[in-house]
T-cell receptor
Framework: AQSVSQHNHHVILSEAASLELGCNYSYGGTVNLFWYVQYPGQHLQLLLKYFSGDPLVKGIKGFEAEFIKSKFSFNLRKPSVQWSDTAEYFCAVNALGSGNTGKLIFGQGTTLQVKP | GAGVSQSPSNKVTEKGKDVELRCDPI?????LYWYRQRLGQGLEFLIYFQGNSAPDKSGLPSDRFSAERTGESVSTLTIQRTQQEDSAVYLCASSLVTDYNQPQHFGDGTRLSIL
């Protein structure tokens, strides 16, 4: 069965520190990849997505992610975090192929706390 | 409205009761998904609607769970004879078309607590 693993469950950083959140998935075929963010008291929002092409994708608020197919990874990065980045971050995969219904397989989520 | 709307936002009920959760997708979105998020876990897929048919029900955890959708509009998720393990946040998402290259837009969820 397909699965998504996020390595860090809770990350605490000071403002201006660099961020990298790990995400690995298990599926041998073609995938669409997503990072969603949930700010306190808000609904899930799309941060960025990868469908094809350049494996380095840029999203909102200075976030980027790199798809490394050989490592089945899609790690999220930001060079300098802000207090307002405090949120929960979810990696998600849509496994393409026959029978695909667009359903997303989510990782457990990573809670990021940025200290001012 | 502009986004996916879910109601109620919170529901507390006694074990054994039936509950009905509602989702209003973004107008024009043909695809609709239900997910569940239990405490400390990621979202689990429950069911997918394309229009008013449900070609993928593979995530429904038991026959106590059912869902329906009226046309390309409102969907309801029904849980019969609720159990404590059903406590979770139930999230609905919709997307524009069926090529799966459209992102899913999520509602605020219904927080269900079974006493």
């Amino acid at each position: 069965a397909q699965s998504v693993s996020q390595h860090n469950h809770h990350v605490i950083l000071s403002e201006a520190a660099s961020l990298e959140l790990g995400c690995n998935y298990s599926y041998g075929g073609t995938v669409n990849l997503f990072w969603y963010v949930q700010y306190p008291g808000q609904h899930l929002q799309l941060l960025l997505k990868y469908f094809s092409g350049d494996p380095l994708v840029k999203g909102i608020k200075g976030f980027e992610a790199e798809f490394i197919k050989s490592k089945f990874s899609f790690n999220l990065r930001k060079p300098s975090v802000q207090w307002s980045d405090t949120a929960e971050y979810f990696c998600a995969v849509n496994a393409l192929g026959s029978g695909n219904t667009g359903k997303l397989i989510f990782g457990q989520g990573t809670t990021l706390q940025v200290k001012p | 409205g502009a986004g996916v709307s879910q109601s109620p936002s919170n529901k507390v009920t006694e074990k054994g009761k039936d509950v009905e959760l509602r989702c209003d997708p973004i107008s024009g979105h043909t695809a609709l998904y239900w997910y569940r998020q239990r405490l400390g876990q990621g979202l689990e897929f429950l069911i997918y609607f394309q229009g008013n048919s449900a070609p993928d029900k593979s995530g429904l955890p038991s026959d106590r769970f059912s869902a329906e959708r009226t046309g390309e509009s409102v969907s309801t998720l029904t849980i019969q004879r609720t159990q404590q393990e059903d406590s979770a946040v139930y999230l609905c998402a919709s997307s524009l078309v069926t090529d799966y290259n459209q992102p899913q837009h999520f509602g605020d969820g219904t927080r269900l607590s079974i006493l």
